[in-house]
């Protein structure tokens, strides 16, 4: 009976998934709370990576290269950081709590990310970041790199390392690097005047960008003349300047037309600049001159188009004047100088000029600034103060001040104080374009265009390049889209192009550029972006 009894029982299968329950439930409920953990510690590491992603971003963005790049940087990130909640963690924090990401450059303590800035990452991802890559120096800094504090998330289920350990510690970093972008830019590059004739190695590269900068912030440009001469060679110098490519098509005629409106179409990335081969004199020299009331070659039919409008001021030591003038740009001459003290010379006359690669370079601001004035208004130059005190491109990291003020100051100057504009060069030229009926530009009312708001015709923003790096790495062979640019210059034309045997030159001051030492008037012209790179 009793063997019959255990038999029955053991053959009573009635209440087995209940026990298979009983026995298995601590494991599923231990499962599915470290599910849930999991869940918060991935939940706390998106909110912390989206927000470092974003305090990247925003302090990249900063890094212009000029003196208080980082500064600004830092205050973008806290800006951003002290207005963002995350949910989901914090230290010793349970279940619903959050936590703020915040940012303070001055106490580290009170901060719970920290942000480093470098000028340079290891090519592979993988790679740590070295300490010699990191840098306080803003005008080296190219990449922000914000990284979260470790948060200790409180877990609902022990981990199963001893079943001692009630937190893990969840973090994020990112890194972020500055991109720029120039629109509406006149499609020229020029070659950097300070690299090295012959360079082709990076340590050359480098360290001529840098003199660019360095002599710029020092005031060693202002009111220096550069004559730039075009090229058709693959590999340009030092005095040399080139093309950068349209998407309005090939060919000179249309180079001609984006030089003369200053619209080429696009925007250039300063890192992956596009040029353009090949010989374009003639069709350029045209567009270019547009600016100054001269219509030539295809230009002849565009005098009543606004688009092609010259400056307000355009005294240049033109030999003609009235309807003569616009034909072409026939400078007055003192054998091979532009300009004749007893007729008229144009802005930035008598300055001292030096062979620089294929083109010239002036000793120093050394421009005869009062036999242009003597010349041009019949009296005596006034005081650099006063000219300065009107417009000034001198430099602010400069120290002291300019023994003279530079063609384009005098050139403010001169549009500033409307009467001067009428006063008669000896041969009869004045500043003030030929316009109206029968004559040069027949188009809107210039005053219908004010600089503020349209621009001035007598400046041009180009690309600067290390063109013997550049040329030596293959990359200005007219397609490669690798080319990259040391700064965006903002330039001041002080004649019309000029021809010169089977070339062209064109005559200007560098009134400022991008990165240090720059005096931020380029902002307007300027597309800043920042990419996440890890």
Wanted: aromatic share 8%; hydrophobic share 35%; net charge negative.
């Amino acid at each position: 009976m009793l063997n019959r009894a255990i038999k029955r029982f053991w053959n009573d299968h009635r209440g087995y998934v209940i026990a298979l329950t009983l026995i298995s439930m601590p494991l599923l409920l231990g499962f599915s709370l470290l599910v849930i953990d999991v869940g918060r510690s991935g939940n706390l590491h998106t909110d912390l990576q989206n927000a470092v992603d974003a305090m990247a971003l925003a302090g990249a963005r900063e890094l212009d290269g000029r003196d208080d790049a980082i500064d600004r940087a830092e205050a973008a990130i806290g800006n951003l950081a002290n207005t963002a909640a995350f949910g989901g963690g914090g230290e010793g924090m349970s279940l619903g709590s959050s936590l703020t990401v915040s940012f303070d450059a001055g106490n580290d303590a009170a901060s719970t990310v920290t942000v480093t800035f470098l000028k340079a990452i290891p090519d592979n991802d993988d790679d740590a970041i070295p300490g010699s890559m990191v840098t306080t120096d803003p005008n080296e800094a190219s990449y922000a790199w914000v990284s979260a504090k470790p948060q200790a998330m409180q877990t609902i289920f022990p981990l199963p390392v001893g079943f001692t350990r009630d937190t893990i510690n969840v973090s994020a970093d990112a890194v972020a690097v500055y991109h720029a972008s120039a629109c509406d830019i006149t499609p020229i590059f020029i070659c950097n005047p300070y690299e090295p004739v012959g360079n082709t190695t990076e340590a050359g590269n480098e360290q001529a960008a840098a003199d660019l900068h360095t002599f710029f912030a020092d005031g060693d440009l202002y009111g220096r003349q550069i004559e730039m001469h075009s090229t058709s060679e693959h590999n340009p110098g030092p005095g040399n300047f080139g093309f950068l490519r349209t998407p309005l098509g090939p060919g000179a005629n249309v180079m001609a037309e984006a030089l003369a409106t200053g619209n080429p179409g696009a925007c250039y990335t300063q890192d992956s600049l596009d040029t353009q081969t090949g010989a374009m004199a003639g069709p350029v020299e045209a567009g270019v001159n547009t600016r100054f009331g001269i219509y030539e070659g295809s230009f002849k039919g565009s005098r009543s188009d606004s688009r092609y409008r010259p400056s307000q001021n355009v005294r240049s030591a033109q030999k003609e004047t009235g309807q003569n003038a616009c034909k072409g740009y026939d400078p007055v001459m003192a054998g091979s100088t532009v300009g004749d003290t007893t007729k008229a010379v144009p802005l930035g006359y008598g300055a001292a000029m030096t062979p620089l690669g294929g083109g010239k370079i002036s000793t120093g601001n050394d421009w005869s600034y009062g036999d242009y004035w003597t010349v041009a208004h019949g009296v005596s130059a006034p005081p650099v103060g006063t000219i300065l005190s009107n417009s000034s491109s001198y430099p602010p990291t400069a120290t002291g001040t300019p023994s003279q003020p530079s063609a384009y100051d005098v050139y403010q100057y001169e549009l500033n104080s409307a009467s001067l504009l009428n006063n008669h060069s000896p041969n009869g030229e004045i500043g003030t374009p030929t316009t109206g009926g029968g004559q040069c530009y027949s188009g809107p009312a210039l005053s219908n265009y004010t600089a503020d708001e349209y621009g001035d015709r007598r400046e041009i923003f180009a690309a600067i390049v290390n063109c013997g790096y550049e040329a030596s790495v293959d990359h200005l062979n007219g397609g490669s889209k690798e080319t990259q640019a040391v700064a965006f210059a903002r330039m001041f034309m002080t004649k019309p192009a000029i021809k010169a045997g089977n070339e062209r030159y064109l005559s200007l001051e560098i009134i400022d550029i991008t990165g240090k030492g720059g005096r931020g008037t380029l902002d307007e012209f300027l597309r800043e972006e920042a990419e996440l790179v890890r």
